[in-house]
């Protein structure tokens, strides 16, 4: 299985993206895009990285160490060419209260861990549960983003040195003002021209690295008094190297790292799944959910022995990647070895990049991640899809992506049920032997079930009732039970009760209950998991 697996990934990295044109995948027109478009995210990870590891409260190459092993891993194996992976907040939001506990050591084994989770969950091919986030939680999401991501370039507002971060790039610090925050606010709108003006010009360079370029040689060439990546953090340092976690291997370091690994990991899952259905829906590929899970597990456990803080994919990156045109592995691996490279070798020079040429690239990757349409569709959609949408849009800024989105896919399937539940009726009509056919229409489940035994009327139904499943599907053991009620109901009542239209498995059990005739001659054979009743006894006293 393991050959199997690694064949997949080299044929995948081989042909990373099928649905470019055989002559174009390492055409030398193709390689320049994805190289330039690597750089420009390299650029990018830079500052985002560092603030991600204030935020944890860790050192910046913890930080950037992670950008550059989480990003190479993920582009080499992961699911979707094209997607960019490194430190981000989300995560960084959650290690915070451990660092502040247990230290930074306690950190990279929570990462070992959380990566052998995530591995877990790819083999177990958990990343199919994607499936069930609708697309109001989809468009939620994608709109909560786009604000956090607005959000957290407003600390590079503040005056270096003084900036602080709750997690969703708001907190103390002093504002810029006068000629400074001027010159900053000039230069951010210079850049998101440039990025807007480029690609009707020319597209040889991806419109964000030309964006950079030209307002860092102006800030440079004219010695503009402007906050740059230097006045962050030092990024200077040298080849990350094997470093074993240095805690206790015992069941106490087990239970202090379990809940953070466990959190940790499925944050991290669920960013980067839903971050595989965006990209996908640029590129125009489908699937790789499983193949993303073991990618990110197998990159957050080998970061976590590296003295990386872990990570998970950035959608923002991952929307300035495929922007720039960037369609294969190779921009993703060439991010990584870029930023690698600004460590040990470029860290004076890019130190001297203005924080605000990335800041107007993040603006313009907010403008184009936010789902504008979805303001024009609110009035549009039933109120429960515009509600989840507003939800999950909420609770993304003010608490976390994950929440957000397990509050959208609980608010959505109680909605779901709820509408199916008042879909449960019933047609009568009388046979000409005198008896009385409840036809019975909707699905039948935990929602319907009482609705479904008040439709009934044994005292005034004729001696022979028949109900008719024909238009209804038995979902649940919730259902059988309400089935079983109402039979009981007539058997008490000294009436004859007849099912029509179940499936073989459901009619079988009530019929070892000993007082119902079942009509099966036209029955489907659809299955229906009943065996929990039969063997617990749970349905007709067994």
Request: hydrophobic content about 55%.
């Amino acid at each position: 299985m393991a050959r199997a697996l690694l064949a997949n990934f080299a044929t995948r990295l081989a042909m990373p993206d099928l649905s470019l044109a055989p002559k174009d995948m390492l055409s030398p027109s193709r390689i320049r895009i994805e190289l330039l478009a690597g750089l420009t995210v390299a650029l990018a990870l830079v500052p985002e990285a560092v603030a991600f590891a204030f935020v944890a409260g860790v050192h910046p190459l913890v930080g950037l160490y992670a950008a550059f092993l989480v990003g190479l891993i993920t582009a080499l194996i992961g699911g979707r060419p094209g997607m960019i992976s490194g430190a981000t907040g989300a995560l960084a939001v959650v290690m915070v209260a451990l660092v502040a506990q247990h230290g930074v050591e306690y950190l990279f084994a929570t990462v070992v861990l959380m990566g052998i989770l995530q591995v877990i969950a790819g083999v177990m091919r958990w990343g199919k549960f994607i499936r069930l986030v609708p697309h109001p939680v989809m468009l939620g999401f994608v709109n909560g983003l786009a604000i956090v991501i607005f959000l957290a370039q407003l600390t590079q507002f503040k005056v270096p040195g003084t900036m602080e971060s709750n997690g969703h790039g708001m907190g103390g610090g002093e504002w810029l003002s006068g000629m400074p925050l001027y010159l900053m606010l000039g230069l951010t709108a210079l850049t998101m021209a440039i990025i807007w003006i480029m690609p009707r010009v020319t597209k040889v360079i991806p419109a964000p690295l030309a964006g950079i370029a030209v307002v860092a040689a102006l800030v440079i060439g004219f010695g503009l008094d402007v906050p740059r990546v230097g006045d962050l953090a030092s990024i200077q340092g040298g080849f990350p190297a094997l470093h074993i976690p240095m805690v206790p291997l015992n069941l106490e370091t087990l239970q202090i790292i379990l809940p953070y690994a466990v959190i940790l990991a499925a944050i991290g899952l669920i960013e980067s799944l839903l971050t595989l259905n965006l990209v996908g829906e640029i590129t125009g590929e489908r699937g790789g959910a499983s193949q993303e899970c073991i990618a990110q597990g197998v990159a957050n456990t080998v970061t976590g022995f590296f003295g990386g803080m872990g990570g998970c994919a950035m959608i923002g990156q991952s929307m300035i990647n495929v922007k720039s045109g960037a369609r294969t592995r190779i921009a993703g691996i060439s991010a990584a070895l870029f930023l690698l490279v600004f460590i040990l070798f470029a860290s004076p020079l890019i130190e001297l990049v203005p924080l605000a040429a990335l800041v107007g690239v993040m603006f313009m990757v907010v403008i184009g991640t936010f789902a504008w349409n979805s303001l024009t569709i609110l009035r549009r959609v039933p109120r429960i899809d515009a509600f989840v949408i507003l939800l999950v849009t909420v609770v993304t800024v003010m608490e976390d992506l994950a929440v957000a989105v397990v509050v959208g896919v609980i608010v959505s399937a109680l909605a779901y049920a709820w509408n199916n539940a008042r879909r449960i009726h019933a047609k009568t009509y009388e046979t000409p032997e005198g008896a009385r056919v409840y036809q019975v229409q909707g699905p039948l489940f935990f929602g319907s079930s009482d609705g479904f035994v008040e439709m009934f009327d044994p005292d005034a139904d004729p001696a022979t009732v028949i109900v008719d499943f024909a238009d209804s599907r038995v979902v649940d053991q919730s259902a059988l039970q309400a089935i079983e009620a109402v039979a009981g109901k007539y058997e008490a009542a000294g009436k004859r009760i007849q099912l029509r239209h179940l499936s073989r498995d459901c009619h079988n059990l009530l019929t070892k209950a000993g007082h119902l005739m079942v009509d099966s001659d036209d029955d489907p054979d659809y299955a229906l998991a009943v065996n929990y009743g039969v063997r617990t006894g749970i349905l007709g006293g067994h």
